[in-house]
């Protein structure tokens, strides 16, 4: 990488960072916690709650893409971190189900993650984009890990309230960091002519990738609304489940360095892919066969971990190549367009998983919605085997 490469790459990696670690601080102790606000007595909503922010995401992804093809991209991540910061301060002074749900659904109305990865894209060439985007899909699952070993004591110490106002001012320093340390946007993107949204839904590659991260949100938000129980099940207190996590998310970045990167140079990305998404399949097999004898006995916490580990190797493999891909594929003059169509797929996911998890545990149990997940994740691993032929990790630069 160049120098403008790496500081574009580790500093657009850190507002990534900022913004999701406030999001993930919230998600292991969300379903426990907003239980005890009037109208938390039913999962469904509690689910729905989770996933509204996914919904407003969803909404607005293409049109912040869109924007930040014609207004520029660091004015609409500015933006969008303004908006995401108030939902959070509203969620904070939430005193009831419908206000935390409220405030969740402003949070995802600042949908700038299109906008960061266009420029992220537009600041680094083909040849060290998967590389860039590995590292905002690494400070992300990092982002994770870390937020497993604070979310229970700072949840202990300042509540689920504490923690959304922690959130709000995560994102402001996010903003600071866009404004002074993220590169200038190249001037060759400034003066492109644009190309809209219509280049961009034609390609039958850039669908398959959009329904691919549909399916892997979907599926891992709808897990975090089990996994937690499993694991109390299996003996360990809630304030001790990051030292399942955090040994399953680190060892899995030694596995996507040492397997994507290697293979990608060789050109195999294709095989990656599709293992990767096999995977992901056995893991949620796995843990439809715990979760079905958790009814006659204790789930076994180093079935569960394992199974973890298997989940985050899958997860950050794919989560490393697909917007890389999204970026490479799609024409330069609509990359924007293209972005914030991955990010709407994958915002409808976020919000599918939440009302899916929660409405499964409602009606079928742990085991309902471990069914659920997996058939969600062979129904795109047939779908990645018909389409992935048109999708190479040697794109052409654009």
Known sequence: MTATERRAS???ASIFALRMLGLFLVLPVFALEAA????GADPARIGLAMGIYGLTQALLQIPFGLASDRLGRKPVIVAGLVVFALGSFVAAAATSLDGLLAGRALQGAGAVSAAVTALLAD????????KAMALVGGSIGL?????????????????????????????LGAIAMVLWLVPPEPQ???????????????????????????VLHAVQLSMWVAVPALLVQAGLLKALHW???LPAVLASFVVMGGVLFPLERRGHLRAVMLGAIALLLLVQLGFMAVAQA????????TTLGLLLLLFFCSFNVIEASQPSLVSRLAPAASRGAALGLYNTSQSLGL??????????????????LFVSTALLSLLWLLTAVWLMPAVSGKAGKH
């Open 10 to 12: 580790f500093s657009l």
């Open 36 to 39: 005890r606000y009037p109208g």
């Open 123 to 130: 600041q680094t060439r083909d040849v060290v984009r998967t």
């Open 143 to 171: 982002m994770f890990a870390v937020s497993l070993v604070l979310a229970p004591a700072l949840n202990a110490r300042i509540g689920l309230s504490g923690l959304f106002w922690l959130t709000g001012l995560l994102a």
């Open 188 to 214: 060759q993107h400034k003066d492109m002519e644009r190309a809209g949204l219509v280049s961009v839904l034609r390609r039958a590659d850039l669908v398959g990738l959009n329904l691919g991260v549909f």
């Open 243 to 245: 030292q399942v996590y």
């Open 294 to 301: 958790a009814g006659t006995a204790a789930p076994s916490l």
């Open 351 to 368: 919000f599918a998983g939440g009302a899916l998890g929660g409405a499964m545990i409602k009606w079928g149990g742990a085991p309902g």
